[in-house]
């Protein structure tokens, strides 16, 4: 069998100068956001540094002494570090499964429902939450959730006793209620890039499947989905490696000491190991190191397992 | 091309400004002629109403026009970080060797000795002596804090720093109040079992409330921990008549307790914490004290007198009692300010209308635990203290600049600049000298008048802004707050001198945590970071009765104690030890 041609052979081969004068402007546009790359991204890596240091403010990156993995140590034998990983992962994986799918589902409901003034005032209706301030919204979730709440007294009808949900330290009830509020927030906004890839997807591909007698579920399945598989295997791809930054932002507003056993994570939990009389820079930058490496693990993992179930991948 | 100059012109100012923006410059070096130039941070400025820079303040206007320091004029340029973020622009400041002068220490995270040792501060311990006469004399005249304005470096005790100290503790800015109304209207005498008489003399008039409420102990307050045991059963008879359900006698801090002390002193005194009883540091997170406090809390919430929800009203950035259902009326006793006290909560419902709030001092507890630790004062609060903020002087300064600098302080401890600084111009310097700010705010002429007895009226009360703005409240110096006409009602008389019925002893004073070395604060602070963790988790649960320890069990006691020390309580209590043995030396 001939062996397949790569693409890019076959694209002619230009010289810097010419490409320049072709592109010119598009690199002038690439700039502004090289520069932001530089000074925001590749920059502060140095700061990396201080995770191997005791840190002065006086001294700096380079004065301070250095301790080594002394500060990764003294993160992992705190007292709360494992109970603090067991659910930073907990919450990472039902982020990744519980809380990324509603998005797609949305979308998916949103793009099918045949009436478009209501369609948008849905879509307009759902990515208010991703605007209203983070410490708003955990005060919403826990007025509702109180022994008192609209939604406690919702679930009371079903028989569980009237209580403040987000003080409940029993597993898995903290985790879901952090996913879900995850859900609340960015399922609207995350859904305009699957809303937009769906609309994209070829109507003569619909018509088709139509004619062969496909019904709504069938064209669903068989059309729309495998024609935004990529996409959502991207999109996945980069939540994993999103994932241990991303996880907790909320849980310092929503946890108290009582369910710090199923609540603490790794960034309040370095947050309040970090900061306590004087600021302990150098463990809370190992801490960050240690979630960024495991995030760039995942990616990397997640990226060859995407590409060998489907084809698509990042890099 | 003009458009490209104007463009040009614009992007120069921006960079130059923002330049100008990062730091404090090198503003020490411009001293020259009459006048000494220095540059002074603070985190908070005024309100831009007021003014648009702290070295517009009238009274620093007139003390820089009409003083001399070590032969010249001052003139101070204030720096103040933006609003929100004063904590990252000290530490920015720092990190980029673009602090000021002087350095206003109270957002550092790294220690004056610290500071000292990178060579950010100078050394004042000889200097201070030499050309701050006021400020000695005032130390002398206050044994109690002079110990407090040092650090200790390699063993050895130096002045790092200037410190703003008050001439009086000022008032406790919160305490134990409780319902005196429920206790007059549903108490009786507990000698004769009559019921007491009570009400307002005068119906318009709330500050005209009359009561002969008589306690178990026998006086007209509650003192012991029996007095509050005997309220909590006439708080429970008044909910029940109000058909309150929700409500209960106490609401106390979430985690259940309190490291300064404060109901946990009750017990024996001391604190659940690092407490000092003479000349020794003590673990009081594994003393008998705690453990008869935590019996009495865990009785009282099986008897339902406490919050049951106790541990839910969190943060992890303040401490909190349940406000929703004090407001609501729906609580017997709290720890509160002064703004709730009297008639102040009556929102004319079922369950306020007519309320009075009264003081209550810490009690003694006379029921809990052995003999040591009942009929003892109570000795360890949450109070502010006489020292206020303190600035520290760079290394940027030269020698005669900071001699000026502490010949500026050391004015404002002298009666004449005591008096500039609390209260502002008088008459005679208004007059002198004039105020567009007194002007703008229609005191047109004193700040303040003085009665014949030495009390001292100023134009806007203490809690105004506008009362800090006319005088020179955000400069280092002198407190004097002791003469001052504050406006408290009977009310808030009466619970300021109950909350301040105790000398506060046995906390941790400052100079102590001052005292302790850079590497054994390392130390120090992971130890409490694990600790706080693992008691946040363990005192609600052994409080509730949810836990795995029993309080009136020995061996469970004796099981937290180990715990609590595997974690290293008495370690800290040791490093504690060795700075205040430094103290003492």
């Known amino acids: 069998m001939a062996k397949k041609k790569n693409v890019a052979s076959y694209v002619k081969k230009t010289s810097w100068k010419e490409d320049m004068r072709k592109n010119g402007i598009l690199y002038v546009i690439f700039v502004p956001v090289l520069v932001w790359l530089i000074c925001f991204h590749y920059a502060p890596m ?57 998005t797609i589902l ?113 064209r669903i399945t068989h059309v729309t989905l495998p024609a935004v598989m990529p996409l959502i295997i991207m999109m996945w791809t980069m939540a994993i490696g999103m994932v241990f930054k991303t996880v907790g932002t909320n849980v310092l507003l929503l946890y108290m000491p009582i369910t710090y056993d199923v609540a603490d994570v790794l960034s309040t939990y370095t947050y309040r190991m970090s900061f306590g009389s004087t600021a302990n820079y150098g463990l809370s930058t190992a801490s960050g190191l240690f979630q960024s490496v495991l995030g760039m693990i995942l990616l990397i993992v997640s990226n060859k397992l995407g590409k060998k179930a489907s084809g698509a991948s990042l890099f | 091309m003009k458009k490209k100059v104007v463009s040009l012109l614009m992007a120069g100012a921006l960079a130059v400004s923002a330049l100008g923006l990062s730091g404090c410059g090198e503003s020490g070096d411009e001293s020259s002629g009459d006048t000494w130039k220095m540059s002074y941070w603070i985190p908070k400025a005024e309100d831009a109403k007021f003014y648009d ?167 007209d307050e509650p003192v012991y921990i029996s007095d509050w045991e005997w309220m909590f059963d006439i708080f429970d008879k008044a909910m029940a008549d109000l058909n309150i359900t ?28 690092i407490y000092i009883d003479g000349d020794t540091v003590v673990d009081g997170y594994t003393s008998d004290n705690t453990r008869a406090y935590l019996q009495c809390m865990n009785n009282w919430y099986q008897k339902g007198w406490i919050d049951p929800n106790f541990s839910e009203h969190t943060s992890d950035m303040f401490f909190s009692v349940d406000m929703e259902k004090v407001y609501q009326g729906k609580v017997g006793l709290w720890q509160g300010r002064p703004s709730a006290v009297g008639n102040q909560l009556d ?29 003892k004062e109570p000795n360890a609060y949450m109070r502010t203290t006489k020292m206020g903020t303190s ?17 500026f302080v050391d ?40 009665d014949a007895d030495g009390t001292v009226h100023t134009v806007f009360s203490s809690d105004k802004p506008e009362s800090i703005a006319v005088t020179l409240g955000r400069c280092i110096g002198m407190t004097d707050n002791v003469d001052l006409d504050k406006g408290y009602d009977r009310f808030v008389l ?53 836990g795995s320890y029993n309080m009136n069990d020995d061996a469970d006691w004796e099981q937290f104690v180990k715990d609590t020390r595997k974690y290293g309580s008495d370690k800290m209590a040791g490093y504690y030890q060795e700075a205040l043995d430094l103290l003492n030396r």
């Open chain 1, 46 to 102: 140095f700061g990396i540094l201080m995770a191997f240091e005791d840190y002065s403010i006086t001294q700096g990156v380079f004065g301070s002494p250095w301790v080594g993995m002394q500060n990764f140590v003294d993160l992992f034998t705190g007292t709360g570090f494992a109970l603090a990983f067991r659910n930073t992962v907990a919450m990472a994986i039902l982020s990744l499964t519980l809380g990324f799918f509603p």
């Open chain 2, 494 to 546: 009466q619970a300021v001198e109950a909350w301040s019925a105790y000398e506060n002893s046995a906390a941790l004073r400052s100079s102590v945590q001052n005292a302790v070395s850079t590497e054994n604060q390392k130390e120090l602070d992971k130890l409490k970071a694990n600790l706080d963790q693992y008691l946040a988790r363990t005192i609600p649960t052994i409080i509730m009765g949810t």
């Open chain 2, 411 to 450: 004015f404002l401890y002298t009666e004449e600049g005591g008096m500039l600084k609390n209260y502002g111009l008088n008459q005679e310097q208004y007059d002198a000298f004039g105020s567009e700010l007194y002007d703008q705010l229609g005191i047109n002429g004193s700040n303040y008048t003085v």
């Open chain 2, 53 to 219: 820079e702290y070295e517009d303040n009238p009274v620093l206007q007139y003390i820089e026009a009409n003083y001399e320091f070590n032969g010249k004029k001052i003139d101070v340029d204030f720096f103040t970080a933006p609003p929100g973020s004063e904590q990252d622009d000290f530490n920015t400041l720092l990190g980029t060797e673009e602090y000021c002068d002087i350095m206003d220490l109270s957002m550092s995270t790294t220690s004056a000795a610290e500071l000292y040792q990178k060579g950010v501060l100078q050394d004042l311990t000889d200097l201070y002596k030499e050309h701050m006469p006021n400020y000695v004399a005032f130390l002398e005249a206050n044994p109690d804090v002079s110990d407090e304005i040092y650090s200790i470096v390699d063993g050895e005790k130096k002045v790092l720093a200037l410190f703003g100290i008050a001439k009086e503790q000022d008032d406790p800015f919160e305490g134990f109040i409780y319902r005196r109304d429920w206790v007059a209207k549903y108490g009786k005498n507990p000698e004769t079992g009559v019921a007491f008489t009570y009400g307002f003399a005068d119906e318009s008039d709330p500050e005209s409330w009359e009561d002969d409420v008589v306690f178990p102990s026998g006086g």
């Open chain 2, 246 to 273: 929700d409500g209960y006698c106490y609401s106390p801090y979430y985690l259940g307790y309190m490291e300064t002390g404060d109901l946990t002193s009750s017990f024996g005194g001391g604190a659940t914490g």
């Open chain 1, 106 to 218: 949305f979308s998916l409901v949103l793009t099918t429902f045949p009436h478009k003034r209501m369609r948008r005032g849905f879509q307009l209706l759902s990515y208010l939450p991703n605007f209203v301030s983070a410490v708003v919204m955990c005060s919403l979730a826990t007025e509702f959730l109180s022994e008192r709440g609209a939604i406690t007294q919702f679930i009371s009808l079903f028989g569980p006793e009237a209580q403040n949900w987000l003080a409940n330290p029993n597993i898995p009830i903290f985790w879901v209620i952090y996913t879900l509020i995850g859900v609340w927030q960015g399922m609207g906004w995350g859904s305009i890039i699957y809303v937009t890839s769906i609309n994209n997807v070829n109507g003569e591909l619909h018509e088709a499947a139509a004619l062969d007698g496909a019904n709504r579920f069938q």
């Open chain 2, 347 to 375: 929102s004319e419902d079922d369950y306020t209308s007519g309320i009075v709030v009264y003081g209550a001092k810490i009690p003694i507890n006379d029921v809990y635990g052995g003999d040591a630790q009942k009929n």
């Open chain 2, 391 to 407: 600035v520290g002087l760079t290394t940027k300064l030269s020698e005669e600049e900071t001699i000026a600098f502490m010949e």
